[in-house]
């Protein structure tokens, strides 16, 4: 990764903004800190960050009303880091806007990993058009079209309509509620187990073995992760 990206860490506990700063640094990140959500917001709209890592338990302010606020201009990438573990402190996290969720005490490795998907997700995007291709499988999102192997395969329009809301957000944990919510309406909002049929048969045909699916991933009670 470019030692040019600049990660913005609003936590106020001093052991882990060193613990980042020093792993951050060591992998070629620069690092800008914040320990509380005014001085948070402050940083992101000055630095203008390539990645956000926030703590849900701030001093002066709850880190989802934080997300909130910065989720209605900041578009990069944003991780919460957090030991609230609850389904549902993540789902709101996610619903609210952040790209990923991790709970403390984390791996260090594991958290360099989502980093740097996170980041190269978000440069991906930038530079993306309506074509988007995981490996052999390519969806043309203007044209309404997927192929898997250059074959073209046969979607209803509501499995396109899901496949494609997940493969614009590859990378992102999406929600049982978005999706539903996204693709069939508000009144769908608690039908996960229509969402479970929907994806079991776009994983049937885009997937190599859909018994071990490596594009539509199980974020076990929260939703699905697509991306290879």
């Known amino acids: 990764m470019a030692t040019d990206s600049n990660i913005l860490v609003i936590d106020d506990e001093v052991q882990i903004r060193r613990l980042l700063e020093i792993t951050l640094n060591l992998n070629g990140y620069k690092v800008s800190e914040a320990s509380t959500a005014k ?17 849900l338990g701030l001093p002066d302010e709850d880190g989802l009303s934080v997300l909130g606020k910065l989720r209605e201009w900041y578009q990069n990438p944003i991780i919460i880091l957090s030991v609230r573990n609850s389904e549902e402190d993540i789902i709101k996290a996610l619903d609210t806007g952040a ?14 990993a989502r980093i740097r998907t996170a980041l190269r997700l ?10 988007l291709s995981f490996g052999s499988l390519i969806i043309d999102l203007a044209g309404h079209t997927v192929k898997q192997n250059h074959n073209l395969l046969k979607l209803t329009s509501t499995e396109f309509s899901l496949l494609a809301l997940m493969a614009r957000n590859s990378g992102k944990v999406l929600t049982h509620q978005y999706l539903l919510k996204e693709v069939w309406g508000h009144n769908y909002s608690d039908q996960t187990q229509y969402l479970r049929v929907f994806v079991a048969q776009l994983r049937k045909k885009i997937e190599d073995d859909p018994t071990h699916p490596s594009l539509i ?3 076990p009670g929260i939703g699905y992760r697509f991306g290879e």
């Open 99 to 112: 790209n990923d969720y991790l709970t403390k005490p984390f791996r260090t490795g594991e958290l360099l």
């Open 39 to 55: 001085e948070g917001i402050i940083a992101a709209a000055t630095h203008n960050p390539a990645l956000i890592l926030l703590d």
């Open 122 to 131: 978000s440069q991906d995007k930038t530079g993306a058009g309506s074509v």
């Open 217 to 219: 991933i199980t974020e």
